[in-house]
Structure formats: C-alpha cells, structure tokens
C-alpha cells in the first residue's frame, strides 16, 4: 500500500491518463481512474484504433462481464502481436489481469504501448512497485498461507552517461557483427553520417529480417535528402539509436 503514495507512482498514473485523454480526446471519451476506467476493453479498443489503425469487429459496448472478458480477448490479441509478444513469452499482463483491475498489469501494459505508438511521450523514469502476493492453501501440507514480496520496475532508469556509452557499443558490435557478410562496418567515429542516408539501415534490416530488398526499390547512392529517410537524415542521435537499439533487442544472439 505504501507504493501507491509514491510520488513517482503518481505522476506515472497522471502522466498515463493525460496521455489516453489527449489520444482519444476527439472521440469525446475522458478517463478519471486506469483501474476503472479500462477493464472492460472499451478505452483500450480505442487506443488501439487510434494509435494502431485497427478496426476489430467487435461490440462498441459490454455490459456484461463474458462480454467485456470477449471483447478484451480480442482486443488484448491484437496489442500483443502489435507489441511484438509471442506466444509462450512470460508477460506482465493478460486478460484476466486487465478485467480484474489489476493496477500493475494495467500499468505494464499501458506503458509498454506508450512505448511502442509514442516513444516520444515523456513518462516519469525508475518508477517502481513494491508488491506483496498472499497465496492461501487449504490442502497439504496443511491450510496455511505463503507470502512473497518482490519488486516491480515500471518505467526505467534515465540512461547514465556510461550506460549510454555501454549500449552504444553493444548497438555498434551487433550491427557490425550482421553487416560483415556484405563487407560493411561501421566506424565509431563516423556511426551517425553512415546511417544518415538510410542505405545501411535498409540493408541492415534486410539482413536481420532475411530477405533482400530490390535496389530499385530505394536509392543506393541518394544525392538530395529526398531521397533518404527523415529523422535520420538529420543525424539526430535520439532517433538514430531508438531505431537501432530496437532492431538490437529483437535480434541479439544470446
């Protein structure tokens, strides 16, 4: 109980409800509460629709409660794939989780889409939970009860100037490591300059992905920006690493 008075809890709680009335603010529909606002699917089918172009052929409003665990199913199916869970993958959230209120798996889950439709959106960082789970047993060894406490972490720490060095070492090994194939690394120094014109990173990706990408379908030597790739062309560090450090937690060899 003492979690829920976290400053940083709060400001979490805040910042995500300020987030999904702004999203859905042209739809008219505002949220007070991310427990008893969102279990029944309605304001998740939205943000979905919103944020993810997704139409599902589902009922606007459940009122009963095999209705709103139906509706969920499938809303929650989509979101999982959009978020690139798998199945058999242990995840912070679920149907039941969701339907029941539960106030960590909503967060979870609300962060993790936060994450993935606008990473943009600026969420208080370290915010951590910490839990207690009572199990009651009424059969052997006897009727008794098991207590366990543990730690959840919700948001994650600010990148410290080393960890961000680590990281980038990590990225830089990882691309090179999939690039020596077609004769290609990258060079520290040069790093931003060498993504900045998109061949690399469609050629990258093309080789993680396994498939080869016709040149005609893009400019192997762009001469203008036109001809390459947005946020990248600026060579802007933030975006440049959000789209490699992505491709590196999807692909990276154990």
């Known amino acids: 109980p003492t979690s829920l008075k976290d400053p940083k809890l709060e ?3 805040q910042a995500l409800v300020d987030w999904i009335n702004k999203t859905l603010k042209a739809e008219h529909i505002v949220i007070q509460s991310l427990e008893e606002d969102l279990y029944d699917g309605l304001v998740l089918h939205h943000l979905l629709a919103r944020l993810g172009n997704v139409k ?14 139906r509706k969920l199913e499938a809303v929650m199916k989509e979101l999982d794939k959009m978020l690139g869970v798998e199945d058999g993958c242990p995840i912070k959230w679920d149907v039941k989780l969701i339907h029941n209120k539960d106030l960590l798996a909503t967060i979870h889950l609300l962060v993790a889409m936060a994450k993935a ?6 969420l208080p960082p370290n915010v951590k939970i910490d839990v207690v789970t009572v199990e009651v047993s009424l059969f052997s060894p006897g009727p008794g009860c ?3 406490q543990w730690m959840a972490l919700v948001t994650a720490p600010l990148l410290t100037p080393s960890l961000l060095n680590f990281r980038f070492q990590a990225i830089l090994h990882f691309v090179n490591q999939n690039m020596a194939s077609l004769g290609l690394q990258i060079q520290s120094p040069a790093f931003l ?8 990173l469609l050629l990258l990706i093309g080789q993680l992905e396994g498939f080869f ?30 789209v490699l450090y ?8 154990n």
């Open 246 to 253: 992505a491709l590196f937690r999807k692909h990276k060899r």
């Open 213 to 242: 990408i016709p040149l005609v379908d893009f400019h192997l030597t762009p001469a203008n920006d036109a001809e390459m790739v947005g946020y990248i062309v600026s060579q802007d560090v933030a975006a440049t690493l959000k």
């Open 146 to 148: 098991s207590i366990l």
């Open 117 to 122: 439709f606008q990473p943009e959106l600026n």
């Open 56 to 69: 599902l052929d589902v009922e606007e409003i459940a009122l009963t409660g095999s209705s709103q665990l």
């Open 193 to 200: 300059s060498q993504f900045a014109d998109g061949v690399i």
């Open 11 to 13: 400001n979490l709680k």
